[in-house]
């Protein structure tokens, strides 16, 4: 049994409260890898924010569950060095779908789970979230539960139709689970590929797709039943077109993949949204970065020459991130 104390690590409890009051979200970036891991400590430490390093079931089974965790240990080393003496790094299990795997990474020294039972039938989904919690809080960690479903697919998590949240069952769903935070639907989806074409509407000038505009109401309501409790969004890349052009160009093939427009998601920060997950765009940015080294110098064989361009690109990507989307830049309680 490790403690994520004892590893330099926090949980989620005060920078939520803190982020909720300032008007701000704290970035959720998943990381597989140590050229993301990199970006994402550079990039937060530069601008003195609070990150939740994000580690899904995929995750753990690409890269070794333990391994992962010595990487996130390294992270607060390596914040450290950077200048940053307080840093706020949280290691967050994403759609943990089991009581065994929640438990599985608080013992490995995980600050922060999420248990998601979305897919279950309601009683269900408590009754397997109140497990969790009951388990988390005796080591002072922090749970994300979810009511409703996202569309689309991330690692093992898939759903062909999304199901916004129901607002009249949040506040039932938080008392009787005990969960710090409330993983929400209303209208973002996990992947590169959030609507279909037939959802969005087409940019004559462009001929790029416009997704439809998240339901605020949906999210309106549900703060109005739990006035100042922290609400995460999931899915909520922004598909950077630049990125999608730059693999097109150089032998990729994403046809009108579309994410949730950035306008929307710094208003959804600026309410009780305090966590939004970001995924696919450092995917996004990785694979444009490798595909023009490969088209521009092919007798490059050396990965460093690959992976490190794509690591400064998705370092320039969390960097926009945070300061232009989410607003948790400048806010560590202690520099
Ligand atoms: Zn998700």
Redo the contacts with the bound molecule.
């Keep these: 049994m490790v403690n994520y104390k004892d590893l330099g690590l926090v949980n989620t409890r005060a920078m939520f409260k803190k982020a909720i009051e300032g008007g701000y979200a704290i970035p959720a970036f998943n990381f597989n890898n140590m050229e993301q891991l990199q970006a994402i400590i550079k990039a937060s430490s530069e601008l003195k924010s609070p990150v939740i390093l994000q580690v ?1 079931k995929g995750a753990r089974n690409y890269a070794n569950p333990t391994l992962l965790r010595y990487m996130a240990q390294g992270a607060v080393e390596y914040a450290k060095e950077l200048g940053c003496a307080h840093p706020e790094i949280v290691l967050h299990l ?2 943990g779908d089991s009581y065994e795997l929640c438990k599985n990474c608080i013992d490995l020294g995980f600050s922060s789970v ?1 248990i ?1 039972g979305s897919s279950l039938p309601y009683d269900e989904n408590v009754a397997l979230t109140r497990k969790v919690v009951e388990y988390a809080h005796q080591y002072d960690v922090t749970v994300e539960g979810e009511l409703g479903v ?1 569309a689309g697919v ?1 690692d093992e ?1 898939q759903a062909e139709e999304s199901h916004y949240t129901k607002p009249e069952e949040v506040i039932d769903f938080t008392s009787k689970t005990g969960v710090d935070s409330l ?1 929400i639907s209303i209208g973002t989806s ?1 992947g590169a590929y959030k609507f279909k074409p037939e959802q969005c509407t087409r940019d004559p000038k462009t001929g790029k797709l416009v997704p439809p505009p998240l339901a605020f109401d949906v999210l309106d309501a549900i703060m109005k039943q739990l006035p100042g409790f922290p609400i995460v969004l ?2 909520s890349s922004s598909v950077p077109q630049e990125y999608v052009d730059i693999i097109n160009a150089n032998g990729g093939k994403l046809p009108d993949a579309v994410g949730i427009p950035e306008e929307q998601l710094r208003l959804a920060s600026k309410s009780a949204v305090c966590k939004i ?1 970001i ?1 696919s765009d450092s995917r996004l940015a990785f694979t444009a970065a490798v595909r023009k080294v490969f088209a521009d110098k092919p007798g490059e064989f050396d990965p460093r020459k690959y992976c490190g361009p794509a690591r400064d690109l998705m370092e320039e990507l969390y960097k926009h991130k945070i300061t232009d989307v989410l607003g948790s830049d400048g806010k560590l309680a202690q520099c």
Excluded: Q
Aim: proline fraction near 0%; avoid cysteine.
């Design positions: 899904s994403d759609h999420m998601d996202l991330e998590v993983a996990h999931h899915g997950n995924d």
